[in-house]
Every structure is written in structure tokens, then in C-alpha cells.
């Protein structure tokens, strides 16, 4: 079966205080792993996709990896403004995502 | 704005009751998608439709169906409501390079 553990649960940063979140995965035959950002009251957000061991994307302070078992969340000097929960999801048959429950991440100004 | 227009954005209802979910996919998808999101359960994939036919099932319920019209808008029926049902349900539609675009939700309460 397949699984998404997120962690941690929540996270506060001050604001500039870099730091990563974490998801692990076990699928067979995984077609994509995808990062979604979601505020609250509102549906997720598509952030990245990764396909393959050892890709990386970045969009402005945030960098996504992936390896064969996880992947990362970077988020280098954080704003207010990227406070949300970030959603880790994969994809193992065409566009029928499982989601990991979520990092709720909180940045202080 | 993610061009997903889902309706009615809270819905309040009793236990025992029937309601239809309305969504309306992105111009050009073909794809709906119907998620369930709960606090103990997270973001729970129900069903897919694709060009007006079921795709993919996942955790749906007996009592949940949902249907794909012509001109692509879908609806989620869910009946026998019970206090368990209450959730946010969200729809969503993909592009060619599989990315899922999200709604912003429909509330639903059973009291």
C-alpha cells in the first residue's frame, strides 16, 4: 500500500530561519511526487513535481528534492508570507494522488 | 485564481439529508477529480471522471456517487448524510502535465 509521512508536524521559523521539511514515501513504481501549498479555507496549491531520484526545482526561496525514499522542502530565509501547510502527495497511476497529512508551517516576523 | 469553480462554498445540513456538490472544471480539462478532506483523515482521493466517464475510484462510500455532464461540470451527490460526512470536499482538474488544479472547497456540515 501505498504511504506519505510528513514531518514535522508543524514548524515556527523566524522570519530568515531556513529549514527543511521532510517526506517519506513507499510506492511501486512511483510516477511522480508533488509538493502542494495550502492556506487555510482555500484548496491546495501545486508548488512542484519531481520525477526521478536526484532532481531538484526551485521557485524563489523554495527547493524541492527528491531521493528514493523522501523528499525535501527547502526553505531558505522565510517570509510571513510563506506560512501554510505544505502538502506532499504521489502519484502512482495517472493523476490519482495520495496526500501526506501535512506540515503546518508558521513564520514569525 | 485557480479556474475551478466549485458551489456552494458551505452547506449545512442534517443528519439522514441528501446534497449535490457542484464543480466546474478549468476551460480545456476534461478531468474532474473529487477529494475529501478531513482532520483525522487528510486529503482522501474519492473519484475521477474523465470526458463524462468514471475513471477511478478511491475511498468512496456506497452512499457517495457523482457523475461527469456533457459540458464537463460534475457533481457529487452524497446521501444518508451522517455526522461523519462532515468534511471539505474539494474538485479539481489536471492539465497535460498532471498537475492537479483545486477548488476552494465546499464546506459541508451534518449536524
Known amino acids: 500500500e501505498d504511504q506519505v509521512t510528513q514531518s514535522p508536524e508543524a514548524l515556527r521559523l523566524q522570519e530568515g530561519e531556513s529549514s527543511s521539511l521532510n517526506c517519506s514515501y513507499t510506492?511501486?513504481?512511483?510516477?511522480?511526487l508533488f509538493w502542494y501549498r495550502q492556506d487555510p479555507g482555500k484548496g491546495p496549491e501545486f508548488l512542484f513535481t519531481?520525477?526521478?531520484a536526484g532532481e531538484e526545482k526551485e521557485k524563489e526561496r523554495l527547493k524541492a528534492t527528491l531521493t528514493k525514499k523522501e523528499s525535501f522542502l527547502h526553505i531558505t530565509a522565510p517570509k510571513p508570507e510563506d506560512s501554510a501547510t505544505y502538502l506532499c502527495?504521489?502519484?502512482?497511476?495517472?493523476?490519482?494522488?495520495?496526500f501526506g497529512s501535512g506540515t503546518q508551517l508558521t513564520v514569525l516576523p | 485564481d485557480s479556474g475551478v469553480t466549485q458551489t456552494p462554498k458551505h452547506l449545512i445540513t442534517a443528519t439522514g439529508q441528501r446534497v449535490t456538490l457542484r464543480c466546474s472544471p478549468r476551460s480545456g480539462d476534461l478531468s474532474v477529480y473529487w477529494y475529501q478532506q478531513s482532520l483525522d483523515q487528510g486529503l482522501q482521493f474519492l473519484i475521477q471522471?474523465?470526458?463524462?466517464?468514471?475513471?477511478a475510484k478511491g475511498n468512496i462510500l456506497e452512499r457517495f456517487s457523482a457523475q461527469q455532464f456533457p459540458d464537463l461540470h460534475s457533481e457529487l451527490n452524497l446521501s444518508s448524510l451522517e455526522l461523519g460526512d462532515s468534511a471539505l470536499y474539494f474538485c479539481?482538474?489536471?492539465?497535460?502535465?498532471?498537475?492537479?488544479?483545486f477548488g476552494s472547497g465546499t464546506q459541508l456540515s451534518v449536524l
Open positions: 519531481l520525477y526521478s
Open positions: 502527495a504521489l502519484s502512482r497511476s495517472a493523476r490519482q494522488l495520495t
Open positions: 479539481a482538474s489536471s492539465d497535460r502535465d498532471e498537475k492537479l488544479f
Open positions: 510506492v511501486s513504481g512511483l510516477r511522480g
Open positions: 471522471y474523465y470526458n463524462g466517464e468514471e475513471r
